[in-house]
């Protein structure tokens, strides 16, 4: 039942690192959790236009780590680090902790299923055509060398009475393999006629094919 379960949820402590790096006494828990979804939704609302696609935190005694990946970083770190300066203290000031932020590239946003979909959901709310908008999607991530690729779209597609569901997909996408690599990414469309949703999974390969190749281009 693996196409039932989060794909990155279902791989989380196996081959996928987790989101949240920390421990804490049983009594601070939930704070610090709710603490992290701060962190996160505030980012992604002020910042959404860096094209961020994964927001990692680490916390020792003394600050708190927030680790962006973006596939525009230049807009998060600015001229001379004035952009993350900026976003730090908001974020000192969200929580009343030291924060120390990190700022990662993604060098191939095509291949990141979360901006993926945020960019057919975009497409979408600028009412595009629904099925142009998912082919394009498939296109660019298969030719940025993706294995597999499933993107699916459900709502009033194309402002049609009844809900449905589309779904476009092309190489191959084993849910279900622990050792497959597989992006997993949603989004949700406001259009004028009611939300859509956007779901989309890329297959990189598998994890122990990938460390491979990599250590041989390392060698070479």
């Known amino acids: 039942m693996g196409q039932k379960i989060h794909p990155t949820g279902f791989r989380v402590g196996i081959t996928e690192p987790w989101r949240s790096r920390w421990y804490a006494p049983k009594r601070a828990f939930g704070q610090l959790l709710v603490e992290d979804e701060k962190i996160r939704a505030h980012i992604k609302r002020e910042y959404g236009f860096a094209a961020i696609a994964r927001i990692d935190i680490e916390r020792t005694r003394e600050e708190v780590n927030v680790i962006v990946f973006a596939g525009r970083p230049g807009l998060l770190i600015g001229r001379k680090g004035a952009e993350v300066d900026k976003i730090r203290e908001e974020l000192e000031a969200l929580t009343g902790r030291r924060i120390r932020l990190e700022v990662k ?30 082919k394009q999607a498939v296109d660019g991530t298969m030719q940025a060398g993706a294995r597999g690729i499933k993107v699916r779209c459900a709502g009033r597609l194309g402002g049609a009475e009844m809900h449905r569901s589309e779904v476009t997909n092309r190489g191959s996408v084993p849910l279900q393999k622990l050792s497959a690599n597989i992006d997993y990414g949603c989004a949700m469309a406001r259009c004028p006629y009611g939300v859509l949703g956007v779901k989309v999974w890329i297959y990189l390969g598998e994890y122990q094919k990938q460390a491979e190749e990599t250590a041989s281009g390392d060698d070479a």
């Open 105 to 134: 590239e993604i060098a191939k946003p095509e291949l990141s299923a979360q901006l993926v979909a945020e960019n057919v959901a975009q497409q979408l709310e600028k009412r595009a055509a629904f099925r142009r908008a998912m």
